[in-house]
């Protein structure tokens, strides 16, 4: 699906190789994998910022996507300005963005900050302030890549709350998580990534079920290198 280049002899490798699957309106589909499976390649794919070298991918909805702590944040603007910064990247009217800035203001619990520029923030502080501007302009699909463990417990229960307020609304979200809690009680959907290829697609507990158990083979292999134990790995048609 998604065909990479590296090295100066311009080595190629398939970043993800024949991934098939749908989500419907009020899904959130939460995908995991160990890193360097594919999950964030798909991710920007879904986010349009790349494009399939085979096959098709559709996408109908207005997308928010918060995929990189910090992305599309101008440093020496402040937090409020970022507001209005990130909505027009996203093509809202500033009149609308004016009307949500409040909300988004008291989303992020910056307090004063949202008027210091954004080069003085930790990292927590971005995450804060780009999870309540993509989940704020009411987006018919929400991206996330490895988001929801940033913040403390109660910001993390505010985001919960959010994204399932969303849900209610048919609005879409897609989640790059490694937290199976959250995957196994709030997402409809889970997809398992194996070095480029669908694992597993369904149901979320079955799938977080296998990936653990899989880890839980790996880790035994590692410790005990003669066993010999073998992972199915499924390809999506």
Not at 15 to 42: M, Q, Y
Not at 101 to 117: H, K, M, N, Q, V
Not at 122 to 128: E, F, N
């Amino acid at each position: 699906m998604v065909r990479l280049r590296s090295g100066s002899d311009r080595r190629e490798f398939w970043a993800l190789e024949s991934v098939s699957f749908t989500v419907e309106r009020g899904d959130a589909l939460g995908i995991i994998g160990r890193n360097g499976s594919g999950k964030s390649t798909l991710m920007l794919a879904l986010a349009g910022i790349l494009l399939p070298d085979t096959g098709s991918l559709t996408v109908a909805g207005r997308v928010s996507a918060l995929l990189t702590l910090g992305a599309g944040f101008e440093p020496e603007l402040t937090g409020r300005q970022n507001i209005y910064l990130n909505g027009a990247y996203l093509g809202l009217p500033h009149e609308t963005v004016r009307a949500l800035e409040p909300r988004i203001a008291e989303f992020s619990d910056l307090g004063e900050f949202i008027d210091a520029e954004v080069r003085t923030y930790s990292s927590g502080m971005r995450a804060r302030l780009g999870f309540a501007i993509a989940a704020q302009v009411e987006p018919e699909i929400l991206l996330l890549d490895e988001v929801l463990g940033v913040g403390d417990a109660a910001f993390q229960r505010k985001c919960d709350a959010r994204m399932k307020e969303l849900m209610t609304h048919a609005s879409t979200i897609v989640v790059v998580t490694h937290n199976h809690t959250f995957v196994r009680e709030t997402c409809t959907r889970a997809l398992w990534l194996d070095g480029g290829l669908v694992a597993a697609f369904g149901d979320p507990g079955e799938t977080v079920d296998a990936y653990e158990a899989a880890l839980g083979e790996a880790g035994a292999r590692v410790r005990q290198p003669r066993a010999s134990q073998t992972l199915t790995r499924v390809r999506a048609r």
